[in-house]
């Protein structure tokens, strides 16, 4: 859409945009087979989930089992987490929390609550870099629930969001399950942790069912397990930061981790050449402005790679890069540059983890504009 000189772009629902694509893997619709060799066969399905799509490929050892059970216990676990974490669905215990004035234990399931704790430790362990209580904002700036927007809101009303934004008036525990907020107004928004969360799930699901090999992908946040037959890794393409097109920059060879990318450039609206994205730093109540376009995170976990990547994002490239290094990260950030090039900067435990060629870990290359 365009307007009198604003644009307005929106690709994916929330953060989940296949900033990462997966690379030389095409996974259709209803669930496809390829046989191997030694009897394994490679199965995938996919389906949609949480205002995006899932996908998943499986080694099978047996050929005996059967994915379209699989795909019926995936589709079940993941409406169950959408049930239990959506702030898109007004049932959710996450949006019957929000809507909750009081300031007493309120229950939750076992899943929410081990959820929101961590996001509230990130949030710590980040300094407020990443705040699941960032939801007042996210909405006003048209990035959630509550509708878009083609012009950024007023002072005043970005000050009243500020008030109602703060990690610390959250608290979750896990025995019995609950979640308690010192000041009502306060809204939890788990659209920055809870995909990789189910990205998890559903790959411990297909673990407990004796699958030892597969790649599972939740709107681009991706965990694999394993190899692919004939011990070929699972390979995943990082996207070029350029809404125009899907060239791939990287390919990275995945392995018993977890991939996740947070990025400004297919969920943004722009005013008068100013371009507003949906990353809101919590600490101002306005979308980040400066020249980080992805941020991509490997970890052992597909929930830390989420939370990760929206706080690198959220911190910048210095400060991000700096506290990568201190914590010990595995992370690469893309970096606009003058003349339309993208920078490449990425830590060393970053292409230790992933193989990225050591000379490609500072590059600079054009963006095809």
């Avoid at 507003?276 to 979308?287: E, F, N």
Wanted: proline share 5%.
């Amino acid at each position: 859409m365009t307007t009198s000189g604003d644009r307005f772009y929106v690709h994916e629902q929330d953060k989940g945009c296949l900033y990462i694509v997966l690379f030389l893997l095409i996974v259709p619709p209803i669930a496809a087979m390829w046989k191997v060799g030694s009897g394994a066969k490679l199965e995938s399905f996919s389906g949609p989930t949480m205002g995006t799509r899932y996908s998943v490929s499986i080694v099978f050892p047996d050929l005996e089992v059967k994915a379209d059970k699989l795909q019926k216990a995936v589709d079940d676990l993941l409406t169950e987490i959408n049930r239990q974490m959506s702030t898109y669905d007004p049932d959710s215990e996450l949006s019957r929390f929000n809507q909750y004035e009081g300031v007493d234990w309120f229950d939750v399931s076992p899943e929410t609550a081990k959820v929101v704790r961590y996001a509230l430790q990130v949030a710590e362990d980040s300094g407020g870099a990443f705040d699941p209580t960032v939801g007042p904002a996210v909405n006003l700036w048209g990035f959630g629930p509550d509708g878009r927007r083609r012009k950024p809101p007023n002072d005043e009303a970005i000050e009243a969001a500020l008030a109602r934004i703060g990690y610390h008036h959250v608290e979750a525990r896990l025995d019995p399950p609950a979640l308690r907020k010192s000041n009502p107004n306060v809204y939890l928004d788990l659209s920055a942790v809870a995909k990789g969360y189910a990205v998890d799930a559903v790959t411990e699901l297909l673990a407990e069912q004796g699958i030892e090999s597969s790649m599972v992908e939740i709107g681009g946040e991706v965990r694999t397990q394993g190899e692919k037959p004939g011990d070929i890794p699972w390979k995943i393409g990082i996207e070029q930061p350029d809404e125009s097109g899907r060239a791939i920059r990287e390919v990275l060879e995945l392995e018993d981790a977890a991939l996740a990318t947070s990025g400004d450039y297919r969920n943004y609206f722009e005013q008068d050449g100013v371009r507003y994205s949906h990353t809101i730093d919590p600490t101002t109540g306005r979308p980040v402005q400066h020249q980080v376009a992805t941020v991509s995170v490997v970890a052992d976990t597909c929930m830390e790679a989420d939370a990760l990547a929206t706080a690198l994002l959220v911190m910048g490239e210095e400060k991000g890069y700096d506290w990568c290094v201190e914590h010990d990260v595995a992370a690469m950030f893309l970096i606009r540059k003058a003349n339309d090039q993208i920078g490449q900067q990425a830590t060393s435990a970053f292409v230790e983890r992933v193989g990225l060629n050591a000379k490609a870990a500072e590059v600079q290359s054009n963006t095809g504009k």
